[in-house]
């Protein structure tokens, strides 16, 4: 509480013009005493006005010293009493102004107490006394003595109770009950002042009769005195907003009256509290409603009760659906659930925004101008995002759900044209964001994917053909004419004035936007109409309208191709043959589809051939046809079958050097053909006929070389061996040969074969470990391969391992048996036994010519074997007897290898049982004729064993 200080009487110059007056009267009757004689009027001076006019400056001291020297003078009762109350407040001023430490203050303090007291005891019925009990209560109050504070406070209101400090006696009697916790007599007090006259302190009276009400749990009272002085201070904060006390005590209030709801059914409690409580003059602002809900709302948010906020937010939308701070409202509630990521509650609150505040809402129809432009961005942003999601919704969907889901977008579309298209709105920056122009365009597409045919095709047409749109990103009018044109064509389907009309759109589609990319299209179409009916003569007058489009930069060179399509067909429908051969040739030169280049080509050939079969025409035309057939259509059906043809023309004229280059490029382009064998056989035989075995080897290796199938890669590749060997080129025959036999194992005959060309041209060049490489070869591949093998393999396989087996065997005969004879003897025997492997090895194929030979070789290497024994260098230093020791050693050495090659020679005589007889045979009988004399140097036996042969 704020106690008042100021005495309340005259001025400070009239108190001293009173003081000085009172001296003198004092000092009169002093006088009195010393002389009877009293002076008269006429005897005194006269009055010195100067002296009124300038007072002497006195400071409250020397006034304080004044009034205490004429109190010692003893001055009359009244003057006396008037002084003593002028001290006091003298005093009371005095304490005001000094800055006293506590236990000086409290001194001070009991001074003016026994001042006030003295003062109500001696003078009772003096008038100043209202304000000595007032200031008495005072210095009680600020003694800390409450009681006798209080007491002062009831004496003052009884003696004086229209007393001007009684508003603020109330008030102090209040805030003391209250301190006290004595609610109800600080609530009687507080709306004592509330029922006084101080304006100034009923706002806080009632702010204090509110929390006594609180107090005692009448929170109901309590929220109508809240709510009262709110509405009391809204109009001061409109008239001083800047005042710190007036917006301290709002927010308090506030505050204050949320906390009293918080204790009852929150939001619901403050819409019955201004419902139940009228505003003191009409309708309560809506801004002060909002007020009240916004500090409800932040004090549930502090509490984190979230739903409960929210119900705030939701209760005064519903009250105030019209107002711009309901939309306001409607936005936090919006950002709330954004916050906490509940995605699916926040889009449904942005639904709730735009039935609220959109076009067709009530709040639209009444708000201005400035509300309108508030709300603008928002309307935009969700119908936009709403409308899009359910379009790209539409778009994934099929059927009758597609269809409905286009339909639901609709509406949003138009109310986003509504708000775009408000003329009053002061667009903001956000608005030139969305194009009105675009919107048209999805509204019109949805209305197509809605199968609302009807209104699509009219708002197509309206974006189509008129003005070009300055900021549409998302079609231009000749996308949006052909939109119109697609819808056109299917109703076209149905009756005949829709295909009139569509015919109709075709037209002005064609004429008013011939730079779109379907524009030449539509043209064609027209064309191929034409050509479905028959009607060729018509497509050879009217394809240049398609070929040779207006707008050459624009022209689709597909189109263009498609329109020279339909022309060469024509031609070839007209039997225009030479015509169509000109016209598909240029076809062929663009880029086509396989299947149509294949047609064409085909069509193409076939128009040439038909000019070549024509009998009025001479040979040297017919090669011309066959020749530009040839290499213009070089994967036509056609070109084998003219290729061959030419082929036999000129080789039928003799000419097989020009017929060689043709077999050849034939074999490698048809390998698989029928005619390939033929031409194959054409080709050798005009290499013959023309001598040209090196061109026709160096053929075949590039052929062999360049070629992807594997089996002509083979057969050129031994051709042209054969062909380098024939011409004398052993080099090149060596490396042809010799890669033909390293890449191609099969078919095995020809590989055996080719080994064979190596053996033989090794020979030439005297080169013995080749030839036995090759000749190991043969051997190993004929084993490898001996389901694939032939008497002709056999053979070769038999032949090389004898001739392995003579390499052996010169190997062994050059060995001599010397000193120290274990390491020649090693040396020979491993020679010998591989001869002998070789020998066997070849024996076992039965090959008769060679089997022989064979036998008797390895008879040969044991008889050889045991004469090396015993012709072998004897030791040196050995005695007679030793010597002879050491000859019989060797004589038991070599005898089992003479016995083996007596019984070998044997095993090959017996072959004569077998109609076998050949040299190898006769050189059997001599060797068993020098090594048993007795039983085979008969020469009847000889000629009788030949006459059985032969």
């Given at each position: 509480?704020?106690?008042?200080?100021?005495?309340?009487?005259?001025?400070?110059?009239?108190?001293?013009?009173?003081?000085?007056?009172?001296?003198?009267?004092?000092?009169?009757?002093?006088?009195?005493?010393?002389?009877?004689?009293?002076?008269?009027?006429?005897?005194?001076?006269?009055?010195?006005?100067?002296?009124?006019?300038?007072?002497?400056?006195?400071?409250?001291?020397?006034?304080?010293?004044?009034?205490?020297?004429?109190?010692?003078?003893?001055?009359?009762?009244?003057?006396?009493?008037?002084?003593?109350?002028?001290?006091?407040?003298?005093?009371?001023?005095?304490?005001?102004?000094?800055?006293?430490?506590?236990?000086?203050?409290?001194?001070?303090?009991?001074?003016?107490?026994?001042?006030?007291?003295?003062?109500?005891?001696?003078?009772?019925?003096?008038?100043?006394?209202?304000?000595?009990?007032?200031?008495?209560?005072?210095?009680?109050?600020?003694?800390?003595?409450?009681?006798?504070?209080?007491?002062?406070?009831?004496?003052?209101?009884?003696?004086?109770?229209?007393?001007?400090?009684?508003?603020?006696?109330?008030?102090?009697?209040?805030?003391?009950?209250?301190?006290?916790?004595?609610?109800?007599?600080?609530?009687?007090?507080?709306?004592?002042?509330?029922?006084?006259?101080?304006?100034?302190?009923?706002?806080?009276?009632?702010?204090?009769a509110g929390w006594s009400y609180f107090k005692q749990q009448q929170?109901?009272?309590?929220?109508?005195?809240?709510?009262?002085?709110?509405?009391?201070?809204?109009?001061?904060?409109?008239?001083?907003?800047?005042?710190?006390?007036?917006?301290?005590?709002?927010?308090?209030?506030?505050?204050?009256?949320?906390?009293?709801?918080?204790?009852?059914?929150?939001?619901?409690?403050?819409?019955?509290?201004?419902?139940?409580?009228?505003?003191?003059?009409?309708?309560?602002?809506?801004?002060?409603?909002?007020?009240?809900?916004?500090?409800?709302?932040?004090?549930?948010?502090?509490?984190?009760?979230?739903?409960?906020?929210?119900?705030?937010?939701?209760?005064?939308?519903?009250?105030?659906?019209?107002?711009?701070?309901?939309?306001?409202?409607?936005?936090?509630?919006?950002?709330?659930?954004?916050?906490?990521?509940?995605?699916?509650?926040?889009?449904?609150?942005?639904?709730?925004?735009?039935?609220?505040?959109?076009?067709?809402?009530?709040?639209?129809?009444?708000?201005?101008?400035?509300?309108?432009?508030?709300?603008?961005?928002?309307?935009?942003?969700?119908?936009?995002?709403?409308?899009?999601?359910?379009?790209?919704?539409?778009?994934?969907?099929?059927?009758?759900?597609?269809?409905?889901?286009?339909?639901?977008?609709?509406?949003?579309?138009?109310?986003?044209?509504?708000?775009?298209?408000?003329?009053?709105?002061?667009?903001?920056?956000?608005?030139?964001?969305?194009?009105?122009?675009?919107?048209?365009?999805?509204?019109?597409?949805?209305?197509?994917?809605?199968?609302?045919?009807?209104?699509?095709?009219?708002?197509?047409?309206?974006?189509?053909?008129?003005?070009?749109?300055?900021?549409?990103?998302?079609?231009?009018?000749?996308?949006?004419?052909?939109?119109?044109?697609?819808?056109?064509?299917?109703?076209?389907?149905?009756?005949?004035?829709?295909?009139?009309?569509?015919?109709?759109?075709?037209?002005?589609?064609?004429?008013?936007?011939?730079?779109?990319?379907?524009?030449?299209?539509?043209?064609?179409?027209?064309?191929?109409?034409?050509?479905?009916?028959?009607?060729?003569?018509?497509?050879?007058?009217?394809?240049?309208?398609?070929?040779?489009?207006?707008?050459?930069?624009?022209?689709?060179?597909?189109?263009?191709?498609?329109?020279?399509?339909?022309?060469?067909?024509?031609?070839?429908?007209?039997?225009?043959?030479?015509?169509?051969?000109?016209?598909?040739?240029?076809?062929?030169?663009?880029?086509?589809?396989?299947?149509?280049?294949?047609?064409?080509?085909?069509?193409?050939?076939?128009?040439?051939?038909?000019?070549?079969?024509?009998?009025?025409?001479?040979?040297?035309?017919?090669?011309?046809?066959?020749?530009?057939?040839?290499?213009?259509?070089?994967?036509?059906?056609?070109?084998?079958?003219?290729?061959?043809?030419?082929?036999?023309?000129?080789?039928?004229?003799?000419?097989?050097?020009?017929?060689?280059?043709?077999?050849?490029?034939?074999?490698?382009?048809?390998?698989?053909?029928?005619?390939?064998?033929?031409?194959?056989?054409?080709?050798?035989?005009?290499?013959?006929?023309?001598?040209?075995?090196?061109?026709?080897?160096?053929?075949?290796?590039?052929?062999?070389?360049?070629?992807?199938?594997?089996?002509?890669?083979?057969?050129?590749?031994?051709?042209?061996?054969?062909?380098?060997?024939?011409?004398?080129e052993n080099n090149n025959a060596l490396d042809a040969w010799r890669?033909?036999?390293?890449?191609?194992?099969?078919?095995?005959?020809?590989?055996?074969?080719?080994?064979?060309?190596?053996?033989?041209?090794?020979?030439?060049?005297?080169?013995?470990?080749?030839?036995?490489?090759?000749?190991?070869?043969?051997?190993?591949?004929?084993?490898?391969?001996?389901?694939?093998?032939?008497?002709?393999?056999?053979?070769?396989?038999?032949?090389?391992?004898?001739?392995?087996?003579?390499?052996?065997?010169?190997?062994?005969?050059?060995?001599?048996?010397?000193?120290?004879?274990?390491?020649?003897?090693?040396?020979?025997?491993?020679?010998?036994?591989?001869?002998?492997?070789?020998?066997?090895?070849?024996?076992?194929?039965?090959?008769?010519?060679?089997?022989?030979?064979?036998?008797?070789?390895?008879?040969?290497?044991?008889?050889?074997?045991?004469?090396?024994?015993?012709?072998?260098?004897?030791?040196?230093?050995?005695?007679?007897?030793?010597?002879?020791?050491?000859?019989?050693?060797?004589?038991?050495?070599?005898?089992?290898?003479?016995?083996?090659?007596?019984?070998?020679?044997?095993?090959?005589?017996?072959?004569?049982?077998?109609?076998?007889?050949?040299?190898?045979?006769?050189?059997?009988?001599?060797?068993?004729?020098?090594?048993?004399?007795?039983?085979?140097?008969?020469?009847?036996?000889?000629?009788?064993?030949?006459?059985?042969?032969?």
């Amino acid at each position: 509480m704020i106690w008042r200080l100021e005495p309340v009487g005259l001025s400070c110059q009239h108190r001293i013009t009173i003081l000085a007056l009172c001296c003198a009267t004092l000092m009169g009757c002093s006088a009195s005493s010393v002389s009877d004689s009293r002076p008269k009027l006429a005897d005194l001076p006269a009055f010195d006005r100067s002296i009124v006019a300038v007072l002497p400056d006195v400071n409250e001291q020397q006034l304080d010293a004044l009034y205490q020297q004429i109190l010692q003078l003893q001055p009359a009762a009244q003057t006396r009493q008037k002084i003593l109350y002028r001290l006091s407040q003298m005093h009371t001023s005095q304490f005001e102004r000094q800055d006293l430490a506590p236990e000086q203050e409290q001194a001070a303090l009991q001074q003016l107490v026994q001042r006030y007291q003295q003062l109500l005891n001696d003078y009772p019925q003096d008038p100043n006394n209202e304000l000595i009990r007032y200031q008495l209560a005072r210095s009680y109050d600020l003694l800390g003595q409450q009681q006798a504070c209080l007491e002062q406070l009831d004496q003052l209101l009884q003696h004086y109770p229209d007393s001007g400090f009684a508003s603020e006696a109330w008030f102090r009697k209040g805030d003391i009950h209250y301190s006290r916790s004595e609610y109800p007599a600080a609530l009687a007090a507080y709306l004592a002042v509330i029922n006084g006259q101080e304006l100034t302190l009923k706002q806080h009276a009632r702010y204090m009769a509110g929390w006594s009400y609180f107090k005692q749990q009448q929170f109901e009272l309590a929220d109508e005195q809240f709510l009262a002085v709110l509405d009391t201070s809204y109009s001061e904060i409109h008239t001083d907003e800047q005042d710190p006390g007036v917006q301290g005590l709002r927010a308090e209030v506030l505050r204050t009256l949320s906390v009293s709801l918080s204790y009852q059914e929150q939001a619901q409690s403050l819409q019955s509290l201004l419902q139940r409580v009228s505003y003191r003059s009409g309708e309560r602002p809506v801004a002060l409603v909002a007020e009240v809900y916004q500090a409800l709302a932040n004090f549930l948010a502090e509490k984190a009760l979230h739903n409960a906020r929210l119900q705030t937010y939701r209760l005064f939308i519903t009250d105030y659906p019209e107002s711009i701070l309901a939309a306001r409202f409607q936005l936090t509630v919006i950002q709330h659930y954004l916050s906490d990521a509940n995605a699916q509650q926040a889009l449904a609150e942005q639904q709730q925004y735009l039935q609220l505040f959109g076009p067709e809402s009530a709040f639209w129809q009444q708000a201005k101008v400035a509300e309108l432009t508030e709300v603008e961005p928002n309307l935009l942003q969700y119908y936009d995002y709403f409308a899009r999601a359910q379009y790209a919704k539409a778009l994934t969907l099929a059927g009758e759900p597609r269809q409905a889901a286009f339909a639901a977008v609709i509406p949003l579309w138009q109310q986003m044209l509504s708000v775009l298209g408000e003329p009053l709105l002061q667009h903001s920056p956000q608005q030139a964001t969305y194009s009105a122009a675009d919107i048209r365009y999805l509204l019109a597409e949805s209305y197509a994917g809605a199968l609302d045919s009807a209104a699509a095709l009219k708002l197509y047409t309206q974006l189509g053909y008129g003005a070009e749109p300055e900021n549409a990103s998302l079609f231009t009018t000749e996308s949006a004419a052909y939109k119109a044109l697609l819808i056109s064509a299917e109703l076209a389907e149905h009756d005949e004035t829709s295909a009139r009309q569509h015919w109709q759109q075709q037209t002005d589609f064609v004429q008013h936007h011939r730079s779109h990319p379907a524009a030449q299209q539509v043209a064609l179409q027209q064309l191929q109409q034409r050509y479905n009916e028959q009607d060729y003569f018509a497509v050879l007058q009217h394809s240049d309208e398609v070929i040779a489009w207006p707008l050459a930069d624009k022209s689709q060179p597909a189109l263009v191709q498609e329109a020279r399509f339909l022309h060469s067909q024509s031609e070839l429908a007209l039997t225009h043959y030479a015509a169509a051969e000109q016209s598909i040739q240029t076809l062929l030169n663009d880029a086509l589809s396989p299947a149509r280049r294949n047609l064409l080509t085909e069509q193409l050939a076939s128009s040439i051939y038909q000019q070549a079969q024509q009998a009025d025409v001479s040979s040297e035309v017919v090669q011309g046809h066959l020749q530009r057939l040839l290499s213009t259509l070089s994967t036509s059906a056609y070109h084998e079958a003219a290729a061959f043809q030419q082929i036999e023309i000129i080789r039928q004229a003799l000419d097989y050097t020009s017929a060689i280059p043709l077999l050849t490029a034939f074999i490698q382009r048809y390998p698989d053909s029928e005619r390939t064998r033929a031409a194959k056989a054409q080709l050798l035989d005009s290499y013959e006929q023309a001598g040209q075995w090196s061109n026709a080897a160096r053929e075949l290796t590039t052929l062999a070389a360049t070629s992807t199938d594997t089996e002509q890669q083979r057969e050129a590749l031994y051709l042209a061996a054969q062909y380098f060997q024939k011409a004398g080129e052993n080099n090149n025959a060596l490396d042809a040969w010799r890669s033909y036999a390293n890449r191609y194992q099969q078919p095995h005959l020809l590989a055996q074969e080719a080994r064979l060309q190596l053996i033989q041209l090794y020979q030439a060049e005297q080169d013995v470990y080749r030839q036995n490489f090759w000749r190991s070869k043969i051997a190993s591949f004929e084993q490898q391969f001996a389901s694939e093998g032939n008497e002709r393999t056999q053979q070769l396989a038999a032949q090389a391992l004898l001739e392995l087996g003579r390499h052996e065997s010169e190997l062994f005969n050059g060995i001599r048996l010397a000193h120290p004879l274990k390491q020649s003897l090693q040396k020979k025997r491993q020679h010998m036994t591989a001869a002998i492997s070789h020998f066997e090895q070849s024996m076992q194929y039965g090959v008769a010519a060679l089997l022989t030979e064979a036998q008797f070789r390895v008879a040969e290497l044991y008889q050889q074997m045991a004469k090396a024994l015993l012709a072998s260098d004897r030791p040196k230093g050995l005695d007679e007897l030793a010597l002879e020791e050491y000859e019989l050693l060797l004589e038991e050495q070599a005898y089992p290898f003479e016995e083996q090659a007596i019984a070998i020679y044997q095993q090959n005589t017996q072959l004569t049982q077998q109609q076998l007889w050949d040299q190898w045979v006769q050189h059997s009988f001599s060797r068993l004729a020098q090594l048993l004399p007795a039983k085979f140097d008969k020469t009847e036996t000889y000629t009788e064993v030949a006459n059985e042969v032969f």
